[in-house]
């Protein structure tokens, strides 16, 4: 079946209706109507904007998410700031929907750290007045000091003087103690 092509008188409204989806937390249908928009006018900026955004409201965690298209979007943006704030959200989407899904903290440390480092890099070049990159940056970085820190034995410093690190027998060592 051969889709229906929008006019380009009627981008704007469309674009507004893709919005009024993201916000009624129906990124299906916003995800539809900017490929539409994409498809008369393949360079619109806020359609690929939103296009985006839309992919990464449906981020559940699992293998099935959408993040390499979603970042491919993204970097097709054209002013750098965009670019970078972007990709930062969808660093910091794919985080927390890691952490939804039951990912160790740890696992998503690393993610979150790519969001803030986006971020910064947006913040350098931000427009006058826009601090919306600092707003994430410290949204990812109150998300971080939230993460329970893995317990290491192996680090400097992590016993009290005298301790030793508590041994626990290995396979090979417990299966040749069960041979003697």
């Not at 079946?1 to 209706?17: N, T, V």
């Not at 539809?32 to 981020?59: E, K, N, Y």
Request: with cysteine.
């Amino acid at each position: 079946m051969e889709l229906k092509s929008i006019s380009h008188a009627g981008i704007h409204a469309a674009i507004a209706k893709a919005e009024r989806y993201r916000f009624l937390n129906e990124p299906e249908e916003a995800e539809s109507i900017c490929r539409d928009i994409l498809a008369v006018d393949p360079g619109h900026q806020s359609a690929q904007r939103i296009l985006g955004l839309a992919i990464t409201d449906q981020f559940s965690g699992g293998v099935k998410d959408r993040f390499n298209e979603a970042a491919s979007v993204f970097n097709s943006l054209e002013d750098s700031y965009s670019r970078f704030y972007y990709t930062g959200i969808l660093h910091e989407r794919h985080a927390k929907a890691q952490l939804r899904a039951g990912r160790p903290p740890h696992a998503v440390a690393a993610e979150l750290e790519e969001a803030m480092n986006c971020f910064q890099k947006a913040e350098q070049i931000r427009p006058t007045g826009n601090d919306e990159a600092i707003l994430r940056w410290n949204r990812c970085a109150r998300l971080l000091q939230t993460l329970p820190q893995p317990v290491t034995h192996d680090e400097p410093g992590a016993f009290e003087s005298g301790d030793t690190a508590p041994h626990t027998p290995s396979r090979v060592h417990t299966r040749a103690a069960r041979g003697r």
